[in-house]
Every structure is written in C-alpha cells, then in structure tokens.
C-alpha cells in the first residue's frame, strides 16, 4: 500500500541537513529520516546533502538544497496549537534561539526565515465563541501581543 501522507517540502539554501537536526531538537516527538546526497550527475557537490527527510509531530518534511534562488516568507507558517503558557513560552523561545526575530500576533520567524505561528489551543476556542463581543475582545487583546499571553486573553474574554 502506498503512503498517501502530505509531506511539507521547505527550500532552505544550503542549511537543510542543520535545520532539520535543529527542528527535531525543539520538538519533543520528532525524528530525522533519510540524508540524500548528489552524486557525480550534481547538481550540487558529490556527497554534498540534497534532501533532508524529517518528522515533527507526526507531519512530514523534507529540507531540500536548493540554493539561494528562493527563501521564506510570511506567506505561509507552521501553526504550533499549544496546551498552556509553559508550551506557548517553550516553543516560543526555542524557535527564537540563535537569531530568530518576533513578528506579532503569535508569528516569529527562525533563524532560517521559516515563519511559524505558536497559538495556545484556547486561543481558537475564544474566538469561535458566538459571542462576538468576546471574541472581538480576545481578538483586540491579541493585536497588542507578539507572543501570546493566554492570562491577557482570559481577562479579554471574561471582559476585564
């Protein structure tokens, strides 16, 4: 039977083999997969890495090198759903760790320009509640905060 997972390509320049043993280092249940490297047919360097297979939380990845003709963008992130504020903090700064820059809303970006949204799970309860002025609440609150601060938005919530 053929494995019909998505699996979640990232071009990095040549620092896929470095991101991906650093993204399965920030995320408890992940693993690194197979290294594919040019050969002698390139394009890159014989032995050099091509392609990178890795796994986060059960999602599929693969880091190819493809060279610097395209980088990330906010246009597209990875959402991290978050239990409480310690994962919130914890996926937070782990992301950040070695250069990478605070965006707003719950959005950073790591040190290789890979965008990512780390949104505690209650947040998207709040927000789908038919009680608009609560979620227009929560929402606003949001606005104010790069990382997010899930005590702030359960005083919005509640309406303090």
Same mark, same amino acid.
């Given at each position: 039977?053929?494995?019909?997972?998505?699996?979640?390509?990232?071009?990095?320049?040549?620092?896929?083999?470095?991101?991906?043993?650093?993204?399965?280092?920030?995320?408890?249940?992940?693993?690194?997969?197979?290294?594919?490297?040019?050969?002698?047919?390139?394009?890159?360097?014989?032995?050099?890495?091509?392609?990178?297979?890795?796994? !986060?939380? /059960?999602?599929?990845?693969?880091?190819?090198? =493809?060279?610097?003709?395209?980088?990330?963008?906010?246009?597209?992130? @990875? #959402?991290?759903?978050?239990?409480?504020?310690?994962?919130?903090?914890?996926?937070?700064?782990?992301? !950040?760790? /070695?250069?990478?820059?605070?965006?707003?809303? =719950?959005?950073?970006?790591?040190?290789?320009?890979?965008?990512?949204? @780390? #949104?505690?799970?209650?947040?998207?309860?709040?927000?789908?509640?038919?009680?608009?002025?609560?979620?227009?609440?929560?929402?606003?609150?949001?606005?104010?905060?790069?990382?997010?601060?899930?005590?702030?938005?359960?005083?919005?919530?509640?309406?303090?």
């Amino acid at each position: 039977m053929t494995d019909h997972a998505l699996t979640t390509c990232l071009w990095f320049d040549t620092e896929a083999e470095q991101a991906a043993h650093f993204y399965t280092g920030v995320f408890k249940d992940s693993k690194m997969g197979s290294v594919h490297r040019h050969t002698e047919a390139g394009p890159g360097p014989a032995g050099s890495v091509l392609l990178v297979e890795f796994e !986060l939380n /059960g999602q599929k990845f693969s880091g190819l090198n =493809g060279g610097p003709l395209y980088t990330f963008n906010e246009a597209v992130s @990875i #959402v991290v759903p978050c239990a409480d504020q310690a994962e919130v903090d914890y996926y937070w700064d782990s992301l !950040l760790a /070695g250069g990478g820059q605070e965006i707003a809303c =719950g959005w950073l970006k790591d040190r290789y320009g890979l965008c990512w949204q @780390i #949104v505690p799970a209650r947040f998207f309860e709040m927000i789908a509640d038919p009680d608009t002025g609560k979620a227009a609440r929560v929402t606003q609150a949001m606005f104010d905060m790069k990382k997010f601060d899930i005590a702030t938005l359960e005083r919005a919530y509640a309406g303090g």
